[in-house]
């Protein structure tokens, strides 16, 4: 009878462990003008079954881009608002999935799209008027003032969009000793040595890599073992392997992710990859509104497998959960997150029929339930 009890009590506390692990606050930041969104949104995500419910809502002006630093207590966000841009700080309660503010700084640029973090600083790219700004960090978790502004000053060939430097991302390096800069202006990509714990100086240029004139570099991501980095060109849907060894960026293959018969407008947006580094996706905007799936072979290089319309308009930025089953898609102009299976073996994904309705879903992080 003592064994029996103890085996029921065994499978009740691995049964709770499982439904605890599966459970996740899904936080996505959108665009509020124009649109009928509000800023932050957190919902809880069950990744057993991809079902979701709305939780709670963080008032905020065009919160298009969202980090959450390291300790997973602390959540920021860029206002991109023109010359009002601002970068917001927020306390972060996961256990019942609430945002609290703490305090915003200028964003000493404009139009800021991109910002990543860790214990020490937050990094900010601005976008339209080419500037990379550093935040410290207090103890409370908010900002404090920026303690550096870079500031690019290229060009290149599309003079519709490319008069002056256009800074799209920063991204830590694998072992967070460089921070890199993708600007889609200047058509390059900068490794800037990283210093966390300086005053000033955290950031110094080191190395720059001309990207194909007329391009416009955008996201890049790299593997999971920190061998190799893909980077999509917003302009012409380039899509350019890179080897990653001591530092320097290598490229080892270049190709696209438009159809060969494709005759519509290129709006290459977003870049993942699967936690097993098996594949890779990328999206794409403009008139096609599709990702396109490539298998990732063990030299780095990617063959191309599967094409799927994303069911809406708009797939600015995508996300794979945290079981690696599902991939949502939020759609800027159609004002809905598609949630789709992903086959973890093929790569392809599917419908699911579920659907998040919100305004402008720009942004997704997965953080775990405590």
Same mark, same amino acid.
């Given at each position: 009878?003592?064994?029996?009890?103890?085996?029921?009590?065994?499978?009740?506390?691995?049964?709770?462990?499982?439904?605890?692990?599966?459970?996740?606050?899904?936080i996505?930041?959108?665009?509020?003008?124009?649109?009928? #969104?509000?800023?932050?949104?957190?919902?809880?995500? &069950?990744? &057993?079954?991809?079902?979701?419910?709305?939780?709670?809502?963080?008032?905020?002006?065009?919160?298009?881009?969202?980090?959450?630093?390291?300790s997973?207590?602390?959540?920021y966000?860029?206002?991109?608002?023109?010359?009002?841009?601002?970068?917001?700080?927020?306390?972060?309660?996961?256990?019942?999935?609430?945002?609290?503010?703490?305090?915003?700084?200028a964003?000493?640029?404009?139009d800021?799209?991109?910002?990543?973090?860790?214990?020490?600083?937050?990094?900010?790219?601005?976008?339209?008027?080419?500037?990379?700004?550093?935040?410290?960090?207090?103890?409370?978790?908010?900002?404090?003032?920026?303690?550096?502004?870079?500031?690019?000053?290229?060009?290149?060939?599309?003079?519709?969009?490319?008069?002056?430097?256009?800074?799209?991302?920063?991204?830590?390096?694998?072992?967070?000793?460089?921070?890199?800069?993708?600007? %889609?202006g200047?058509?390059?990509?900068?490794?800037?040595?990283?210093?966390?714990?300086?005053?000033?100086?955290?950031?110094?240029?080191?190395?720059?890599?001309?990207?194909?004139?007329? #391009?416009?570099?955008?996201?890049?991501?790299? #593997?999971?073992?920190?061998?190799?980095a893909y %980077?999509?060109?917003?302009?012409?849907?380039?899509?350019?392997?890179?080897?990653?060894?001591?530092? %320097?960026?290598?490229?080892?293959?270049?190709t696209?992710?438009?159809?060969?018969?494709?005759?519509?407008e290129?709006?290459?947006?977003?870049?993942?990859? #699967?936690?097993d580094?098996?594949?890779?996706?990328?999206?794409?905007?403009?008139?096609?509104?599709?990702?396109?799936?490539?298998?990732?072979?063990?030299?780095?290089?990617?063959?191309?497998?599967?094409?799927?319309?994303?069911?809406?308009?708009?797939?600015?930025?995508?996300?794979i959960?945290?079981?690696?089953?599902?991939? %949502?898609?939020?759609?800027?102009?159609?004002?809905?997150?598609?949630?789709?299976?992903?086959?973890?073996?093929t790569?392809?994904?599917?419908?699911?029929?579920?659907?998040?309705?919100?305004?402008?879903?720009?942004?997704?992080?997965?953080?775990?339930?405590?």
């Open positions: 009878m003592k064994r029996t009890l103890y085996l029921l009590a065994v499978m009740a506390f691995t049964l709770t462990a499982q439904a605890q692990k599966a459970d996740y606050n899904l996505i930041g959108t665009y509020t003008t124009p649109g009928n #969104s509000e800023g932050i949104y957190v919902y809880d995500f &069950n990744t &057993n079954t991809a079902t979701f419910k709305a939780n709670t809502v963080e008032k905020s002006v065009n919160p298009s881009f969202l980090s959450v630093d390291p997973k207590r602390f959540v966000a860029v206002n991109e608002d023109g010359v009002k841009s601002t970068v917001s700080a927020f306390s972060f309660d996961a256990a019942v999935g609430k945002l609290s503010f703490l305090n915003k700084q964003a000493e640029g404009q800021p799209c991109y910002l990543i973090s860790d214990e020490k600083n937050v990094i900010v790219a601005n976008y339209t008027s080419g500037s990379i700004a550093v935040f410290g960090k207090d103890a409370s978790g908010a900002l404090t003032a920026a303690k550096q502004v870079i500031q690019h000053t290229g060009s290149s060939i599309d003079t519709a969009r490319q008069k002056s430097a256009h800074v799209h991302m920063v991204r830590f390096s694998p072992d967070k000793k460089q921070v890199i800069v993708n600007d %889609l200047e058509d390059k990509i900068y490794l800037y040595a990283y210093n966390r714990d300086a005053a000033n100086n955290i950031l110094e240029v080191k190395d720059s890599i001309n990207i194909k004139p007329g #391009s416009g570099p955008r996201h890049i991501v790299f #593997s999971p073992n920190g061998k190799f %980077l999509i060109q917003e302009m012409q849907g380039d899509l350019t392997v890179f080897s990653y060894t001591d530092g %320097l960026l290598t490229k080892i293959q270049e696209n992710i438009v159809a060969k018969d494709f005759k519509g290129i709006g290459s947006a977003d870049i993942q990859i #699967s936690a580094g098996k594949f890779l996706y990328a999206s794409n905007r403009g008139t096609a509104n599709d990702i396109t799936v490539f298998a990732i072979q063990k030299d780095g290089q990617l063959i191309k497998k599967s094409q799927s319309g994303t069911l809406g308009k708009g797939p600015r930025a995508f996300v959960d945290p079981s690696g089953k599902w991939l %949502l898609v939020g759609h800027q102009y159609t004002n809905d997150v598609v949630i789709f299976k992903r086959n973890q073996i790569g392809a994904i599917t419908d699911t029929g579920k659907r998040i309705a919100l305004g402008a879903p720009v942004c997704f992080v997965f953080v775990p339930k405590k």
